[in-house]
């Protein structure tokens, strides 16, 4: 097989003429060199130099080698300084996995950001619920993925994942401004027993936190209506249509809808971002540290999001 080396050596003999010259001007002993370019012909099957007493004389094939090996060795020259500006970050491709409340509220800031900062890099996204994307993240699709768990409904994730922390969001009962109790900043989930619930599909988790939360206070939720998109939850509360709780990131403002604390520690959902311990993509450590910094302005502005005048959040 021919070598980056060999054709170097090569073109250094044909230069010189000289296996001594080439020698002294590559830094190895003319033995060396001797030895690359009889390699070389045994792998090739032809003579590169016909050798006389005090020179040697290049035959065409030295020549091809020569031409041609010129246009090899710029282009992993080429290649050595690109692979160089992926190992930096100054190029690549970075593929992000993400919820919807977490597109639309963390996710925009923190891609715009690394844009501007890794110009040359390709951002692509990927959105769906946790157990949709993470066979995308365990085979290598995704370098990361924005995931959430509930206090109430607890999960873990396969051995080769890691799970770092990114937020955590209370979650805030919405009412009706019209509702009874839409004046107060806080309410008792025990005086909630008769009211109508609006929730996620029955199989998210969502759904299954808010049954193991009521069942705490003795009752089951009456659900009459479903949705995974917290904006269309919000404008069915707005509209008077039901109660819902919902995560603080989800809480979208609509019109007649009123923010409320329950008056105990209030349940949280945690929002984390996986990635693979195998993954060695530069962009995921930029990545990271963008996503801890939007997340904890975010934070900030949703821990005011409940009371009397909350219209949804920021």
């Known amino acids: 097989m021919i070598s980056p080396l060999h054709i170097q050596t090569v073109r250094e003999v044909v230069r010189t003429g000289s296996f001594a010259d080439a020698a002294r001007n590559l830094g190895y002993t003319a033995s060396a060199v001797s030895q690359q370019i009889a390699a070389l012909e045994r792998a090739c099957g032809l003579v590169l130099f016909e050798r006389r007493a005090r020179s040697v004389r290049p035959t065409s094939a030295a020549f091809l080698v020569v031409s041609k090996g010129n246009d090899v060795l710029s282009a992993l020259d080429t290649l050595e300084r690109e ?124 759904a299954q936190a808010l049954l193991r939360l009521c069942s705490t206070a003795g009752f089951t939720p009456n659900i ?54 195998t993954n060695t993509n530069p962009l995921v450590k930029d990545a990271m540290r963008g996503l801890a910094e939007v997340a904890r302005t975010v934070e900030a502005q949703i821990s005011g999001v409940t009371g009397p005048r909350g219209g949804g959040g920021p």
């Not at 805030?172 to 109790?181: F, G, I, N, S, T």
């Not at 917290?230 to 009123?258: E, F, Q, T, W």
């Open 83 to 206: 692979l160089r500006t992926v190992a930096v970050g100054e190029r690549g491709a970075l593929q992000i996995g993400s919820f919807p409340t977490a597109s639309a509220r963390i996710l925009p800031r923190m891609l715009a950001e690394l844009s501007r900062v890794r110009p040359g890099i390709e951002i692509k996204l990927s959105e769906g619920e946790p157990d949709e994307l993470l066979p995308e993240l365990l085979d290598g699709d995704l370098d990361l993925q924005l995931v959430y768990r509930y206090d109430l409904f607890p999960r873990t994730w396969p051995a080769q994942i890691v799970e770092t922390p990114v937020m955590d969001e209370n979650l805030v009962l919405c009412v009706p401004e019209e509702h009874p109790l839409a004046g107060g900043r806080t309410v008792r989930l025990r005086d909630l027993t008769s009211e109508t619930w609006i929730a996620s599909r029955p199989e998210s988790s969502g």
């Open 224 to 277: 009459a209506f479903r949705s995974n998109d917290y904006a269309v939850v919000c404008g069915l509360v707005g509209c008077g249509l039901g109660i819902a709780l919902v995560p603080a990131l989800g809480c979208v403002p609509a019109p007649g809808l009123r923010t409320l604390k329950l008056s105990r520690r209030s349940p949280q959902r945690h929002v984390t971002v996986l990635r693979r311990t």
